[in-house]
């Protein structure tokens, strides 16, 4: 059963802490896509990758916030350092970029 | 700049009448307009696209519909049944830029 697998699910953090989350796409799926989601901003793409490489990351912070897949089979999104506004929970979706995306659970993150 | 919005935030239902859906996009490079269900503590799900030379398309339950000329989509669930109840997003996707776009989302309510 294909998925798009998250982890961590849930990670609670202090403020000024370094967060990774990571992502394992469906295995082929050249398009990679990191989401945002808070009540207040709905699904904000931050950044996306195909074939690995970065198409558009402007939807990110980039002082704080980087975003790589350093093979097919991963991909990380970091903050460092995290602040509290970073609560929310952030979602990967991978798929063949025409059409749909397939998603991940989320990790939801809570900056204290 | 160019956007997919949702008419409504919130459409409350009686179970077994049809539901409908709305949404406005205005990227008229658009080739794939993508309905997603998200049910509380999940990722979006798939549930149907449509692609930008179609008019309609049916599925299980549920037809999408297009029209190009005033930019709006629209998703229609037949006999709507309580496991419908979740947030209902329209997601825009131009094979020009692989980007994924999602609108605020509406909110179903089926009442028993």
């Known amino acids: 059963d294909a998925r798009v697998t998250q982890t961590p699910r849930d990670k609670v953090t202090e403020m000024g802490q370094e967060v990774t989350m990571r992502c394992q796409p469906i295995?082929?799926?050249?398009?990679v896509f990191w989401y945002r989601q808070t009540m207040m901003q709905g699904l904000e793409l931050l950044a996306y990758?195909?074939?690995?490489?970065?198409?558009?990351d402007s939807g990110m912070p980039k002082d704080r916030f980087s975003a790589e897949m350093p093979d097919a089979t991963l991909a990380t999104l970091k903050i460092q350092p995290s602040e509290p506004r970073d609560s929310a929970v952030y979602f990967c979706?991978?798929?063949f970029g025409t059409g749909e995306a397939f998603f991940g659970q989320g990790t939801r993150l809570t900056v204290v | 700049g160019e956007s997919v919005g949702l008419h409504l935030p919130t459409l409350s239902v009686q179970e077994g009448d049809n539901s409908i859906i709305n949404c406005a996009y205005s990227?008229?490079?658009?080739?794939?307009f993508i309905w997603y269900k998200q049910e509380s503590g999940k990722g979006p799900q798939f549930i149907i696209d449509?692609?930008?030379?179609?008019d309609k398309r049916q599925g299980q339950r549920v037809t999408v519909l297009l029209n190009k000329t005033v930019k709006h989509l629209s998703l229609q669930i037949a006999a709507t049944q309580p496991g419908d109840s979740a947030v209902y997003f329209c997601?825009?996707?131009?094979?020009?830029?692989?980007?994924?776009?999602f609108g605020a989302g509406t909110t179903v309510t089926v009442r028993a």
């Open positions: 990758f195909r074939n690995r490489a970065p198409l558009d």
């Open positions: 449509i692609r930008s030379n179609m």
């Open positions: 990227n008229s490079a658009s080739d794939y």
């Open positions: 997601a825009e996707n131009s094979k020009n830029d692989y980007k994924l776009s």
């Open positions: 979706a991978s798929g």
């Open positions: 295995l082929g799926h050249n398009t």
